[in-house]
């Protein structure tokens, strides 16, 4: 079945009211009417990851996710965020998009979905996603810091990272607070540092990898070489990789007696 036949059929039984998907320029487009449902399509065009749309929306919907993006409604659920059964997902298979995380995708074929939109893809050679990082952490701590202070002074604080992350659902943002005035709003070097460093560490064992933060940012900078060293070190730490399992806690929400502690004095 097309992803335009599944769309009118959930509208016409009444199981869902609204339908999230991609229009013919990848556009996201929301649906009510099953009419209107020829024009969801999913091509090599459809970067968005939907999913940012689930925690804004309060009625049952159904929704058309990459696989990569499916990890991102995974963590959702798991953070009570939605429901499971106030969601249909219509899964589609993904050769990748062009983009630079397609190159390490682990995942063309969707899990955790109710429907599947076309043939089983097949495994192919991909690079490591960690490999960058290896390199990275060659440098010392000192080129480190020195790398992130000299990218993130090039931030205009517009927030298109944080509105365009599905996990990134707080109701008010800390560095929207004005009093007490957690973060400053100046778009300084130190303001803007501290505001990266923070939003790294609250998605940390959190971010799914998606991109979107980084394929979004007007002045292209690597947000997801922070997010993707936090990752490696949550599943080094902690064997654990977000977005796999809708029944695992995620570390930082949960307690074992073998987690690393080392840290504490």
């Not at 009510?32 to 929306?57: A, H, Q």
């Not at 993006?69 to 995974?74: E, F, R, T």
């Amino acid at each position: 079945m097309e992803i335009s036949e599944i769309a009118s059929e959930l509208l016409e039984k009444g199981e869902v009211s609204l339908i999230i998907g991609y229009d013919k320029k990848g556009y996201p487009c929301f649906i009510k009417d099953k009419e209107e449902t020829k024009r969801l399509v999913f091509n090599e065009g459809c970067f968005n990851n939907l999913s940012v749309y689930l925690t804004r929306i309060k009625e049952k919907c159904a929704i058309v996710a990459k696989p990569c993006d499916v990890k991102s409604i995974i963590g959702l659920i798991q953070e009570n965020q939605i429901k499971r059964e106030d969601v249909v997902i219509i899964g589609v298979t993904c050769p990748g998009l062009n983009l630079k995380k397609c190159l390490s995708c682990d995942c063309q074929n969707p899990s955790f979905c109710d429907y599947t939109i076309g043939e089983k893809i097949g495994e192919k050679e991909k690079m490591d996603k960690f490999a960058e990082i290896i390199e990275f952490e060659k440098k010392n701590p000192r080129e480190r810091w020195n790398y992130f202070k000299n990218e993130f002074s090039r931030c205009i604080r517009c927030y298109a990272c944080r509105q365009v992350c599905p996990l990134c659902y707080c109701e008010t943002c800390i560095v929207d607070v004005s009093i007490p005035q957690w973060i400053s709003k100046a778009n300084s070097s130190s303001s803007n540092f501290i505001f990266h460093i923070t939003r790294a560490l609250h998605l940390a064992g959190r971010c799914v990898g998606c991109g979107e933060c980084e394929r979004v940012c007007p002045m292209n900078i690597p947000l997801s070489l922070l997010n993707l060293k936090i990752e490696k070190d949550v599943f080094e730490l902690f064997d654990y990789t977000p977005g796999k399992d809708v029944d695992l806690k995620p570390p930082f929400q949960t307690f074992k007696k073998g987690d690393y502690n080392e840290f504490i004095g």
